[in-house]
């Protein structure tokens, strides 16, 4: 195993011991400090689920206040005086050459584009408000298309968004500020190849919704990149997340491989509802400093991370409440805490296997009340504080080979 930048990451020293006291430097005094972000999205993307008792986060709140439900369309409202684009005219009087659509008024007192038939967006588009893509109808981005949407406008899918556009030009849906991606009830979106630029809330599914993949794409500067409704998936794989604005919450599933997230001083990855589940494989989750946590589970059923480096950041993982993890071949390295155990229980197992916990200034810590947690075959340096739960074992005297993403 390559130990990545090792003479660098003893830079992060000085850093690591300011925040060393705990994340009650953030936000409260330890266990059971709320999480605190999941406010609205400057465009009106609602969140899926807040948290009674999670961890916090000041950075995961965005820059708007229009906080809707999980359960329907934006209700930010994006304003238009009508939707151009190849497929589609509104309300508001822009006129196209594709399919008709029926005009339906935005919450947010302009006009949104209905697409009730099918169409493609080709290089060009440009999208002048929000746009409803009714059930049975397939909006395809065209390969390579640059795709340009009005500011604060929302794009919900009730039918079908699909695009293949990984090789050899990434497709573009862009705008300085729009409110972002709906995959609403009975809705399915297949991106490929698309990356998403300035969007408020990037991905948000809501209850009811199919399916919603996203691969091989770039998220840039999104307040929320990722908001998962209970009782919904959302899967990504290849894709990269950058210049975050704010968390990820996770209140459904999420199920990730070989993705690149760059948290940028925010909370990262945070379940917030018992039934959410996370799995996350050959990954690499990254901060700006030992600031702020990764994989934070609020509330939730299960998380499963492997094959995946988490550092510089403030906690590896930070649970407060959680039925089951496991955690294995995994590199948790210079950040100020590898694990902040703080609450789990249930049925299931919670273990950190074959991994390096290396270079953070605690390696663990155990507070509040927890079922059995089994550290084995790991290489742990640094402070460690077991309490009654944690059982090691098997401990090893040099780092773990295999690690980190295949």
């Not at 599933?253 to 039934?275: I, K, R």
Request: charged share 10%; hydrophobic share 35%.
């Amino acid at each position: 195993m390559l130990l990545h930048g090792r003479s660098l990451k003893v830079s992060f020293a000085a850093l690591v011991l300011a925040f060393a006291a705990g994340c009650s430097s953030e936000a409260g005094s330890g266990p059971g400090w709320h999480y605190t972000g999941s406010g609205g999205s400057s465009g009106g993307n609602g969140a899926s689920g807040s948290s009674s008792g999670g961890s916090s986060s000041s950075g995961a709140a965005s820059s708007g206040g229009g906080g809707g439900s999980s359960g329907g369309a934006s209700s930010g409202g994006a304003s238009s005086s009508g939707a151009s684009s190849s497929g589609a005219s509104s309300s508001g009087g822009a006129s196209s050459s594709g399919a008709g659509s029926s005009g339906a008024g935005s919450s947010g007192g302009g006009t949104s584009t209905t697409i009730t038939a099918s169409t493609t967006w080709s290089d060009g588009t440009s999208l002048a408000g929000s746009v409803v893509i009714a059930a049975g109808a397939t909006v395809t981005i065209a390969p390579g298309a640059t795709v340009n949407v009005a500011a604060n406008a929302t794009i919900t899918v009730q039918g079908t968004l699909t695009a293949s556009s990984a090789s050899p030009t990434h497709a573009k849906l862009t705008s300085a500020a729009w409110t972002g991606l709906v995959v609403d009830q009975g809705g399915t979106m297949t991106l490929d190849g698309v990356d998403l630029t300035g969007a408020a809330t990037a991905l948000q599914t809501n209850a009811g919704a199919v399916k919603a993949e996203y691969d091989d794409g770039t998220i840039t500067a999104a307040s929320t990149p990722f908001l998962v409704a209970a009782g919904t998936t959302l899967g990504t794989k290849h894709a990269t997340v950058t210049g975050t604005k704010g968390a990820s919450r996770i209140s459904g599933s999420f199920v990730a491989s070989f993705l690149d997230y760059d948290s940028n001083g925010n909370e990262g990855l945070v379940t917030l509802d018992p039934t959410a589940t996370e799995s996350i494989e050959d990954s690499k989750l990254h901060g700006s400093g030992p600031v702020a946590d990764m994989v934070v589970s609020s509330q939730g059923k299960s998380i499963h991370v492997a094959y995946t480096d988490i550092t510089s950041v403030h906690c590896g993982f930070h649970f407060d409440s959680i039925d089951a993890f496991d955690v294995s071949y995994t590199n948790v390295e210079s950040n100020a805490y590898g694990f902040m155990l703080y609450g789990s229980g249930g049925a299931g197992t919670r273990s950190v296997t074959y991994s390096n916990v290396d270079q953070n200034q605690i390696a663990y810590d155990t507070q509040g009340s927890n079922g059995p947690i089994t550290f084995d075959h790991d290489y742990v340096t640094g402070t460690t504080t077991a309490g009654t739960a944690v059982s090691a074992t098997n401990a090893q005297k040099a780092a773990v080979t295999g690690t980190g993403p295949r």
